[in-house]
């Protein structure tokens, strides 16, 4: 990945900063310059907005044939989270046993790695998903 | 160090990976005697970082929750110092990446601490001196690590990570610092040469010379400035390389196993270095009452020791309130795994994919 196109995603990246349209509420997430409804009468009233981080699992799946960037995580779960503001994210699910995710799981978001440019290059960091009970005793 | 009347905890928070090995499968791989081992160094089992853990993530995650207890928001913090001897990058700090993960960014100031096993406790008093200076309001103190121990060595059965973060400063605090002493000297125990991956140690000689002559003196300092006996204290938190050195020191300055059993987490999670005293101390928080003490010791090879003097106030009450987990809540999540899967987390397998 370039530098310079993951810095620009940083607050995505790291804080899940999307949008949300001025004119009729809709948040979008990654962000979006104009909202395809309303489209001119959204143009500059596209503002910051943070998710808060938790969400439902809508499907999942295990890869046991792995990305080049993951095949240390091995065999690892993908999901798309749907999360409380009502955009759909795909990220991991770390941290738990295959056999107890389900659809309707609750997670958050955790700071993750999610790759590197071999030993040399920049790390890169990001949300995943863990379930939401995971390290509150239950 | 003389500290202003209020400098304190205002939040705090623990981040413990939830993988674990135990020193019997160590020692099946290298032919040794691991349960003996490990009985040896009182650790049952340490805590192995997954391949996208590091100390940024770690941090990243207690400092969030951290923010949550002390009810404030990235912006609010104006430092953020992050004691480490495992830093990703040699160069880059991850103070700037756990700020622009908490949203502290760009009004604040940030470094990287090294300090073997003290760098968190460093990073403790450097917020402590702005915040009594009265240069900033709040800063963040971090200490965290994914330790290192070379494959075969005993570093191995106790080499953990983990860390916590706390939000010091003047107002709203759950618990005083009321006084910081430091004991340090040029003791070359242990460490790792840049560009090295694992570090060297010089065996027996981190014991007495180095491990016990910087924690006892010390604390003897600290108990001299305040004036306070051991037996004044509720709890004791002092550096735990393994499970045996700690409660030797204590016993030795006349503190006793009661004082110390709640920040004891080398047991079950094993050395996390620049953690382990802030993970300690941690643990301690959450079982700790209004009007508690708290002595705290760390050490970091090299070598040094800090010590501070703390009570807790009657806010410890709403911040336990909180809906960040404790500890003991986060370490309960674990999953144990062999040697094999051990050395390809930790990037031991040469040649691997």
């Known amino acids: 990945m370039a530098i310079a196109r993951f810095w620009r995603e940083i607050?995505?990246?790291?804080?899940?900063?999307?949008?949300?349209?001025?004119?009729?509420?809709?948040?979008?997430?990654?962000?979006?310059?104009?909202?395809?409804?309303?489209?001119?009468?959204?143009?500059?009233?596209?503002?910051?907005?943070?998710?808060?981080?938790?969400?439902?699992?809508?499907?999942?799946?295990?890869?046991?044939?792995?990305?080049?960037?993951?095949?240390?995580?091995?065999?690892?779960?993908?999901?798309?989270?749907?999360?409380?503001?009502?955009?759909?994210?795909?990220?991991?699910?770390?941290?738990?046993?295959?056999?107890?995710?389900?659809?309707?799981?609750?997670?958050?978001?955790?700071m993750r790695k999610l790759g590197e440019d071999g030993p040399e290059g920049m790390i890169y960091y990001g949300y995943k998903f863990w379930p939401i009970d995971s390290r509150r005793g239950e | 160090m003389k500290t202003k009347d209020d400098v304190g905890i205002k939040g705090y928070a623990g981040y413990v990976p939830k993988y674990r090995i135990k020193p019997e499968e160590i020692g099946d791989c290298?032919?040794?005697?691991?349960?003996?081992?490990?009985?040896?160094?009182r650790v049952e089992s340490k805590s192995v970082p997954s391949p996208d853990e590091d100390v940024v993530t770690i941090s990243t995650q207690a400092a969030k929750w951290a923010m949550k207890r002390a009810g404030i928001k990235g912006e609010d913090l104006e430092a953020i110092y992050v004691g480490s001897e495992s830093h990703p990058y040699a160069v880059k700090p991850t103070a700037t990446i756990v700020a622009a993960s908490i949203a502290a960014s760009p009004h604040m100031t940030a470094a990287d601490y090294e300090f073997a096993c003290k760098a968190g406790t460093a990073a403790f008093q450097t917020c402590m001196g702005l915040v009594s200076s009265g240069m900033i309001e709040n800063g963040m103190a971090i200490g965290a690590d994914t330790s290192q121990g070379a494959p075969?060595?005993?570093?191995?059965?106790?080499?953990?990570?983990?860390?916590?973060?706390?939000?010091?400063?003047?107002?709203?605090l759950l618990a005083k610092i009321k006084e910081t002493v430091s004991?340090?000297?040029?003791?070359?125990?242990?460490?790792?040469?840049?560009?090295?991956k694992y570090?060297?140690?010089?065996?027996?000689?981190?014991?007495?010379?180095?491990?016990?002559?910087?924690?006892?003196?010390?604390?003897?300092?600290?108990?001299?400035?305040?004036?306070?006996?051991?037996?004044?204290?509720?709890?004791?938190?002092?550096?735990?390389?393994?499970?045996?050195?700690?409660?030797?020191?204590?016993?030795?300055?006349?503190?006793?196993?009661?004082?110390l059993e709640p920040g004891l987490l080398v047991t079950h999670i094993g050395n996390t270095y620049s953690g382990s005293v802030p993970l300690g101390l941690a643990a301690t928080l959450d079982q700790a009452e209004p009007g508690d003490k708290i002595m705290v010791t760390?050490?970091?090879?090299?070598?040094?020791?800090?010590?501070?003097?703390?009570?807790?106030?009657?806010?410890?009450?709403?911040?336990?309130?909180?809906?960040?987990?404790?500890?003991?809540?986060?370490?309960?999540?674990?999953?144990?795994?062999?040697?094999?899967?051990?050395?390809?987390?930790?990037?031991?397998?040469?040649?691997?994919?």
């Not at chain 1, 969400?55 to 999901?79: K, Q, S, W």
């Not at chain 2, 000689?205 to 108990?223: D, I």
Request: charged residues 30%.
């Open chain 1, 11 to 110: 607050k995505q990246r790291y804080k899940g900063i999307g949008v949300k349209c001025g004119n009729c509420g809709e948040i979008f997430f990654p962000p979006r310059d104009i909202c395809p409804e309303c489209r001119r009468e959204s143009y500059k009233k596209m503002d910051e907005y943070e998710l808060n981080g938790t969400g439902e699992v809508i499907t999942y799946t295990r890869v046991e044939d792995p990305h080049p960037e993951f095949e240390d995580l091995c065999p690892y779960v993908m999901a798309i989270v749907e999360m409380d503001e009502g955009v759909r994210l795909t990220g991991h699910i770390v941290d738990v046993d295959y056999d107890d995710i389900e659809a309707g799981l609750e997670v958050e978001a955790s």
């Open chain 2, 30 to 41: 290298w032919g040794e005697d691991g349960k003996t081992m490990g009985r040896g160094l």
């Open chain 2, 152 to 172: 075969g060595d005993a570093l191995e059965y106790t080499a953990a990570a983990g860390g916590a973060a706390y939000v010091i400063g003047s107002e709203d």
């Open chain 2, 183 to 196: 004991y340090t000297t040029d003791t070359p125990d242990f460490w790792r040469r840049e560009g090295e």
């Open chain 2, 199 to 259: 570090p060297q140690h010089g065996g027996r000689f981190t014991g007495k010379p180095a491990y016990f002559k910087h924690v006892t003196n010390c604390t003897k300092k600290l108990l001299e400035r305040t004036g306070n006996e051991p037996d004044e204290y509720d709890y004791a938190v002092f550096h735990q390389p393994n499970g045996k050195f700690p409660v030797k020191a204590a016993k030795k300055l006349g503190f006793s196993k009661d004082q």
């Open chain 2, 298 to 353: 760390s050490y970091g090879s090299g070598a040094g020791s800090d010590s501070f003097d703390i009570e807790v106030t009657e806010n410890i009450t709403d911040v336990k309130e909180k809906d960040v987990p404790t500890i003991e809540e986060v370490t309960s999540n674990e999953e144990f795994v062999p040697y094999s899967v051990y050395a390809k987390y930790r990037d031991k397998i040469e040649g691997g994919r």
